[in-house]
């Protein structure tokens, strides 16, 4: 079987890009690296991650994917601090979807801090479209 591409849009595999996120192989070294796995996790349907790499100041205590929901592309539009020397950054992003309501779009620019349990995401603002 042909490797996959990895739902983020980076080019690489899954399994070399996002998988390792997901398992806790590997951790996010970037704000934008841990927001592109957010978005794999998202087309994955991976909850458990989404959750785990949500601040606990923030975080939900429940979270239900829509199934009806394919998220196909991410296009990363602009980035500021959140390196790997940074302990809070910001990715501005816009996430592309399909679902029975048609196609549609998701732009936020997230907010990150990273702390002892590295980065996670805190918030965003979001604009939506359909």
Same mark, same amino acid.
């Given at each position: !079987?042909?490797?996959?591409? $990895?739902? $983020?849009?980076? %080019?690489?595999? *899954? &399994?070399?890009?996002?998988?390792?996120?997901?398992?806790?192989?590997?951790?996010?070294? @970037?704000?934008?690296? =841990? !927001?592109?796995?957010?978005?794999?996790?998202?087309?994955?349907? &991976?909850?458990? *991650?989404?959750?785990?790499? /949500?601040?606990?100041? @923030?975080?939900?205590?429940?979270? #239900? =994917?829509?199934?009806?929901?394919? /998220? *196909?592309? =991410?296009?990363?539009?602009?980035?500021?601090? %959140?390196?790997?020397?940074? #302990?809070? %950054?910001?990715?501005?992003?816009?996430?592309?979807?399909?679902?029975?309501? %048609?196609?549609?779009? =998701?732009?936020?620019?997230?907010?990150?801090?990273?702390?002892?349990?590295?980065?996670? *995401?805190? &918030?965003?603002?979001? #604009?939506?479209?359909?």
């Amino acid at each position: !079987m042909a490797p996959t591409r $990895c739902p $983020c849009s980076s %080019g690489l595999t *899954y &399994d070399e890009c996002c998988a390792p996120l997901h398992h806790g192989t590997r951790t996010a070294g @970037t704000a934008e690296q =841990l !927001m592109r796995s957010r978005f794999s996790a998202f087309a994955v349907g &991976d909850a458990a *991650y989404l959750l785990s790499s /949500w601040h606990p100041s @923030t975080r939900p205590a429940d979270l #239900t =994917l829509d199934d009806d929901v394919q /998220w *196909y592309r =991410l296009d990363v539009r602009a980035t500021s601090g %959140g390196g790997a020397f940074d #302990t809070a %950054g910001t990715v501005e992003f816009e996430a592309f979807h399909r679902g029975p309501g %048609g196609r549609g779009s =998701l732009h936020e620019v997230s907010r990150f801090v990273r702390g002892p349990e590295g980065w996670q *995401y805190v &918030d965003g603002d979001v #604009t939506t479209s359909v």
